[in-house]
């Protein structure tokens, strides 16, 4: 008995760590599943902002985004607070179209909307939590 307890006190812990990553991972922005149709309406229903993380499968600098950038807790606290967040493959589904009449043109491309779809903000590269934290909040006080 006292082996099977050594063998799985490591696993045990292994697994607490992973499980601590990935809760701090979540304190980031919180990228909602929505169709562009349900986040206009979600924006309108509670008067915020859309944030578009406009990316793909294949991108470098989007997945450096996503791993280093987006997981930022000071940076999480404000998006979560003031956008609706979405992430979108500019190569699936109705993002296709999306990206075309939005004029992306290379990725990753972030753009902030207003609550009826029109333009407010847009950056894109790679950028670090408080360089993106200076866009929306820029983007957020001019809207005012």
């Not at 992973?18 to 206009?40: E, R, Y």
């Not at 997981?71 to 993002?95: C, M, R, S, V």
Request: with cysteine; aromatic share 10%; net charge positive.
């Amino acid at each position: 008995m006292k082996k099977l307890i050594l063998l799985l006190l490591p696993m045990l812990l292994c697994i607490a760590t992973a499980n601590a990553k990935d809760g701090d991972a979540a304190t980031g922005i919180k990228f909602q599943q929505l169709s562009w149709k349900d986040a206009m309406a979600k924006a309108k229903k509670e008067n915020k902002l859309i944030f578009i993380d406009v990316y793909t499968s294949w991108c470098g600098p989007c997945k450096l985004l996503k791993k280093n950038t987006f997981p930022d807790k000071t940076l999480g606290a404000y998006f979560n607070k003031n956008f609706i967040n979405i992430a979108i493959d500019a190569e699936e589904g109705e993002w296709v179209q999306f990206a075309e009449q939005n004029a992306v043109r290379g990725y990753p491309t972030l753009l902030i909307m207003d609550k009826n779809g029109k333009e407010a903000g847009r950056t894109m590269g790679y950028m670090p939590a408080e360089q993106l934290l200076q866009f929306g909040k820029e983007v957020k006080e001019k809207k005012k």
